[in-house]
């Protein structure tokens, strides 16, 4: 009697023509202009807006900059990939660099430092993959500290998907848009569940 149903169902689904509906042209999806100038504000303005804290520094202030964030939690620090990253963090006042091949001391940790594949301006998200990391790095520590750089901002997911198959083609990418939240309990809005709860963004000119 199944393979009877089973039969039908086949002969159904072969009988039903199938319609291969085309793409919608860029100029229908896109809401923000590839070439329009001001992605960084824009990129900053939506990041703010979902949560995420943006500090807009000069290259030559990085230093600086992560001793400020760094300096109230006296924390472990995890810099990701970036070699002259790991050097800045590690001078950072009452900091200790670890390993990101070592996923146990990941969480001991209270800020993780990562750079990004590349931001989405339309959305304010970050763009995030394992090529050269483990998840651990940006998930598992409570406060995310991403270094965006202006030139790795794009307009949308339309630029993602067609100009950056190598962070699409790594084990796991991940598009980060705010701290991470849920309410899935009561309706009730909790931060810092899944991931961060705090999400720092030094953009740098």
Known sequence: MNEAFLARVRAAVR????????VPSHAVVRRVAVEARGLAELFAKNATAVGMRVTRVSDAD???TLLR????HGATVVAVRDPDLAARAAKSAGSRLVANDNADALFD????????????AESGSIVVSTTGRIRNAWITPPIHIAIVRESQILADLVDLFESRPDALDAASTTIITGPSKTADIEGVLVTGVHGPAAV??????
Do not use: F, S
């Open 15 to 22: 009988a039903q023509p199938v319609t291969v509906h085309a």
């Open 62 to 64: 990085l230093n600086a």
């Open 69 to 72: 964030l760094l300096e109230p």
């Open 109 to 120: 940790c209270i800020v993780g430092i990562t750079d990004v594949e590349c931001a989405i």
């Open 200 to 205: 720092e963004i030094v953009l740098l000119a």
